[in-house]
């Protein structure tokens, strides 16, 4: 679609010396300091959106698609994935906020407000004549400045966290998404099952908590009290026959993607018989088949069957004569689950090259029990103590779906945020004491450069008072005061060696009064702060850095 005038390989009619200095495009150009602005403004019109649902008082967003599925959440990067957005910057910081999610999992809110403001902060000095090159590089200073003071002055290295810290961090996390004593319950709950998945890292040696091995069930009914954490991986589902034991002990596991229902010819084959017992043969024939699979799987000692596909009555005769349990119709990634967990690999074939079919015992995984129980009405099939790694599974109850929904996502980062403390073991205070004192120190150290990035780090360190502004604001607090306040807190800190234990200052948003966040346990782990500014300055550079924007029209029918 886009080409010079005279093109089709001809130079045009003034040669190529001359060619015209216009280009010839089925859509439109914006350029300049126009596309910039565009850009800024559908950037903060994502924030916009966002803005109100951050920190513990924030409110929470009900969001119905195009099939009237609703969702309701208080969760920045759900919020967002759900939104269809368009346009391509604000897409950027969509894709931010995804980005923080699988990171960190937690500060999805807080990373694409701060990157709104850094743009529109950005785009006022770009109006002022600074070149965005001066702001990009300053803001990038910033940004390694941040990182540096938070690692050297504001993180806390707590070695071996306790339970109380941890404790605090899940509690931070959940208080902006459940009230009051639900999010202890839920805090407490995340740490057992964290604590429960511990493993160590094969390489290291350094302990890791795989958030992944926490599996979360839904069930309606009851209230969140009556949610229970589980030791073992619970998949929903039952036996496939009555007749088959509940309980393995030493359980021999085969995961198949295969069915286990008499084999049919397939559609379309026609086989002419004119010897009546023949035909009987056939029939005989496919029902060994499977008969012969099965006799596969239960010689290689397997005792327990997971299948993706069917499980008929015959197949299940043989099963139950070995004393075997099977379980038909599983989810294909509750499968995977278990077979990274116990070992078993995950078979969509017996057959071999030359259309032989084994199975050998090194294919099954093992794992200390295999349980049916009932949970909430419904039966479960429960995988304790797996070869490879331990896993445990979290039962939730509530009044309805959506706000079931809801607590797994609160869950889940609660989990994240568990982890990164756990694992890095620093945190640093919450409520805006991190950005508060990021605030000051970047402004001095803006005042001791010497070169044209100054104005771009002080813009930067007014940017980070958006967070504390902005939790303020959803509490219902007079923001300027607040920040007044904390300001002049960190400004101390940073000043007078005497109150250097005020850099843990932050904001209670439940009793609006500035305190000691440390010690009121409002923390949060280091690394998610630090991936934040990271990530948020690399976005608003990104699309700084545009200055020419090209979209074709979409093509025409028929072209
Ligand atoms: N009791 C509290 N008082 C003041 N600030 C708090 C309190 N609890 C949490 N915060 C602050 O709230 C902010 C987190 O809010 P929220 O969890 O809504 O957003 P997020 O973590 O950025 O995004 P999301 O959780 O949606 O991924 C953090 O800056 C944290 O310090
Ligand atoms: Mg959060």
Redesign the pocket.
């Known amino acids: 679609m886009m080409g010079m005038p005279g093109g089709g390989g001809q130079p045009g009619p003034q040669g190529p010396a001359g060619t015209k200095d216009q280009l010839y495009l089925n859509g439109e150009r914006v350029s300049g300091q126009e596309v910039r602005t565009q850009n800024v403004t559908a950037a903060l019109s994502v924030a916009n959106v966002?803005k109100s649902?951050?920190?513990?008082i924030?409110l929470d967003k009900m969001l119905v698609d195009d099939l009237g599925e609703v969702t309701i959440t208080?969760?920045?990067?759900?919020?967002l994935a759900n939104l269809e957005v368009e346009h391509p910057a604000a897409r950027v910081l969509v894709q931010l906020?995804e980005m923080?999610?699988k990171e960190v999992?937690?500060?999805?809110?807080?990373?694409v407000?701060l990157a709104s403001e850094m743009l529109k902060r950005a785009n006022e000095l770009v109006k002022n004549s600074i070149h965005p090159t001066s702001i990009m590089s300053g803001y990038r200073l910033a940004m390694k400045e941040s990182i540096k003071f938070i690692k050297d002055q504001l993180a806390v290295k707590t070695d071996k966290i306790g339970r109380e810290v941890a404790f605090n961090i899940a509690?931070?996390?959940l208080?902006?998404?459940i009230f009051g004593r639900e999010s202890e319950f839920f805090a407490n709950l995340a740490i057992d099952a964290m604590t429960m998945v511990k493993t160590e890292s094969a390489d290291t040696g350094k302990p890791v908590y795989p958030v992944k091995s926490v599996g979360i069930i839904k069930q309606h009914g009851r209230s969140f009290k009556d949610s229970q954490l589980i030791h073992g991986y619970v998949m929903y589902g039952g036996r496939a026959g009555q007749g088959m034991p509940r309980t393995i002990k030493n359980a021999k596991i085969a995961c198949l993607d295969i069915d286990l229902r008499k084999s049919k010819m397939q559609m379309g084959v026609q086989v002419v018989v004119t010897d009546p017992k023949k035909l009987e043969d056939i029939r005989q024939k496919e029902a060994d088949i499977t008969r012969d699979r099965i006799k596969l799987l239960l010689n290689a000692g397997a005792n327990v069957v997971f299948t993706t596909k069917g499980c008929d009555d015959m197949a299940i005769k043989y099963f139950v004569e070995a004393g075997a349990l099977a379980v038909r119709r599983c989810k294909k990634e509750d499968l995977r689950r278990i077979s990274k967990l116990t070992g078993a690999q995950m078979m969509i074939t017996f057959a071999d090259m030359d259309g032989n079919e084994s199975f050998t015992p090194d294919m099954l995984g093992t794992a200390d029990e295999v349980i049916e129980e009932r949970f909430a009405d419904d039966d479960h099939i429960v995988i304790k103590g797996g070869k490879n790694q331990s896993a445990c599974s979290v039962l939730l109850r509530g009044a309805n779906m959506h706000m079931l929904d809801e607590v797994e996502r609160?869950l889940h980062?609660a989990l994240c945020a568990i982890k990164r403390a756990l694992e890095s073991a620093s945190v640093v205070?919450?409520?805006?004491?991190?950005?508060s004192a990021l605030s000051i120190h970047l402004e001095n150290f803006a005042t001791s450069l010497g070169s044209r990035e100054q104005l771009a780090i002080a813009e930067f360190a007014s940017a980070m008072l958006v967070?504390p502004k902005q939790?303020s604001v959803n509490?219902a607090q007079d923001a300027s005061d607040m920040v007044a306040k904390l300001r002049a807190a960190h400004n101390a800190s940073q000043t007078d060696p005497t109150k250097a234990e005020m850099k843990h200052y932050?904001?209670?948003?439940?009793s609006g009064k500035i305190q000691n966040?440390l010690q009121?346990g409002?923390i949060?782990p280091a690394l998610?702060k630090v991936k934040?500014i990271q990530f948020a300055t690399e976005a608003a550079i990104t699309v700084l850095r545009i200055d020419d924007m090209i979209k074709l029209a979409p093509a025409q029918e028929g072209q």
């Open positions: 966002v649902s951050l920190g513990p924030g208080n969760d920045g990067a759900t919020i906020s923080q999610d999992g937690d500060g999805t809110t807080s990373v407000i509690k931070t996390t208080s902006s998404k609160s980062d205070p919450g409520g805006g004491a991190v950005e967070i939790l509490a932050g904001m209670d948003c439940i966040n009121a409002i949060e998610s934040m």
